[in-house]
């Protein structure tokens, strides 16, 4: 069965996107959301949870490390961390201008 790939808030205040593993309470595969300002406003950098010393989204995240859930994870950003995780560019309609190999992209419209 195919993970639901979910938004996390951890303890330590990271936001992490991954792939969630409910049967065993984990976050598989996760990569950090960062938020870096730029000229054209807000841009999101997919980043491997271990980097820099890992340059892979590979790993797992025990559940209780999750402060919160968020409901919804925005689709230009799963379809990036898709990309990212699995070396593959995926089509879309839209999607986050200026991104390539899942990093940048201007998500000011996300955040409000």
Same mark, same amino acid.
């Given at each position: 069965?195919?993970?639901?790939?979910?938004?996390?808030? #951890?303890?330590?205040?990271?936001?992490?996107?991954?792939?969630?593993?409910?049967?065993? /309470?984990?976050?598989?595969?996760?990569?950090?959301?960062?938020?870096?300002? +730029?000229?054209? !406003?807000?841009?999101?950098?997919?980043?491997?949870?271990?980097?820099?010393?890992?340059?892979?989204?590979? !790993?797992?995240?025990?559940?209780?490390?999750?402060?919160?859930?968020?409901?919804?994870?925005?689709?230009?950003?799963?379809?990036?961390?898709?990309?990212? /995780?699995?070396?593959?560019?995926? +089509?879309? +309609?839209?999607?986050?201008? !200026?991104?390539?190999?899942?990093?940048?992209?201007?998500? /000011?419209? #996300?955040?409000?």
């Amino acid at each position: 069965m195919a993970k639901e790939i979910k938004l996390f808030k #951890l303890i330590n205040g990271d936001m992490v996107i991954g792939k969630w593993d409910a049967e065993n /309470s984990k976050i598989v595969d996760p990569a950090i959301l960062q938020t870096v300002p +730029s000229q054209q !406003g807000v841009q999101m950098m997919i980043l491997p949870f271990g980097y820099p010393f890992d340059n892979d989204i590979d !790993g797992e995240i025990d559940g209780r490390h999750i402060i919160y859930e968020y409901k919804n994870c925005p689709e230009e950003i799963e379809t990036k961390y898709l990309e990212a /995780s699995s070396n593959l560019t995926l +089509s879309t +309609s839209g999607g986050l201008g !200026g991104m390539g190999g899942g990093l940048g992209g201007d998500i /000011s419209n #996300l955040i409000k």
